[in-house]
């Protein structure tokens, strides 16, 4: 079993930057593909950026792609998201998920609290 705790979350202006970080417990997180979603009021949870088991590989949501970077530290089963030139249309919970499936395609199997992230105009 994997559980994750995000931190890192907060308010920021337009064309600011904040840092998630999300922690992970179990044997089974670094042979988890990792994942970040977010879900803003009144929308359902879409997909943000993912890293392959070996950090080798990443994706990401074309709204965010040249402004986030994901990123993954095994020796401390953690991974992070670093947000750029943040928008007010970024303001969402931000969820950080594991997949262990090893797929072609995306598949949550574990899910952290989230953390939410306010971008002000």
């Known amino acids: 079993q994997v559980q994750l705790v995000e931190s890192g979350g907060g308010s920021v202006q337009a064309g600011g930057s904040l840092r998630l970080s999300c922690a992970g417990s179990g044997r089974t997180f670094r042979v988890a593909a990792m994942g970040w979603f977010r879900q803003a009021p009144g929308k359902e949870r879409e997909f943000v950026a993912a890293i392959s088991v070996n950090g080798d590989t990443t994706h990401y949501a074309d709204s965010v792609k040249g402004r986030f970077i994901i990123s993954r530290d095994d020796a401390k089963n953690t991974v992070s998201l670093q947000m750029g030139s943040l928008r007010p249309e970024d303001t969402a919970v931000y969820y950080c998920?594991?997949?262990?499936?090893?797929?072609?395609?995306?598949?949550?199997?574990?899910w952290g609290q989230g953390t939410q992230v306010i971008v002000s105009s």
């Open positions: 998920a594991a997949d262990l499936r090893g797929g072609n395609s995306w598949y949550t199997d574990y």
